[in-house]
């Protein structure tokens, strides 16, 4: 018998008013514009490269009063959208941080394991008075 797979949930829609639909557009062009500081601390995205919105041609054939209507939209989206992809950088490096505290866990109690055998096997051998030749047989010394 076959497993059904599971389906996948639908994905949330979100409508959008007429008057904002430019300025989506835009967001959406620039997406891969994006100044990110990545480094010891993680990855924090900063903002859109506001001269890859200017130069954009979109952008640079609309008048003034238009590219600052347009511009205060962008930069409305672009707050949710910095606030959404920092979280998610955070979360990622809590996680990893996580994993990376589990992982040094496990190596200490591996160790701990290793020397509490090694003990074991020593106190034996110095109970039975053990002692290895040299062609590596071992006799019990009474």
Same mark, same amino acid.
């Given at each position: ?10 994905p ?8 904002h ?24 995205? +900063?903002? @859109?490269d506001?001269? &890859? $919105?200017y ?5 640079? %054939?609309?008048?003034?009063? /238009? ?6 939209q962008? +930069?409305? @989206?672009?707050?949710? &959208? $910095? ?6 950088? %955070?979360?990622?490096?809590? /996680? ?6 589990m992982? +040094?866990? @496990? ?12 003990q074991?096997r ?19 010394v009474?």
């Open positions: 018998m076959q497993r059904k797979k599971p389906r996948a949930a639908a949330e829609t979100f409508g959008v008013w007429e008057e639909w430019p300025a989506l557009e835009l967001f959406n062009a620039l997406r891969t514009q994006w100044r990110v500081i990545a480094g010891m601390g993680g990855v924090h995205h +900063q903002g @859109i506001y001269t &890859a $919105l130069g954009h041609p979109k952008f640079a %054939r609309l008048n003034h009063e /238009e590219q600052d209507a347009l511009l205060a962008i +930069q409305h @989206i672009e707050t949710g &959208a $910095l606030d959404t992809l920092n979280e998610q950088h %955070r979360m990622a490096d809590q /996680e990893a941080e996580q994993q990376q505290q992982a +040094q866990a @496990i190596d200490a109690r591996v160790e701990l394991v290793y020397q509490f055998e090694n074991q020593l106190k034996a051998m110095e109970l039975t008075n053990v002692r290895h030749l040299p062609d590596g047989v071992g006799a019990f009474a």
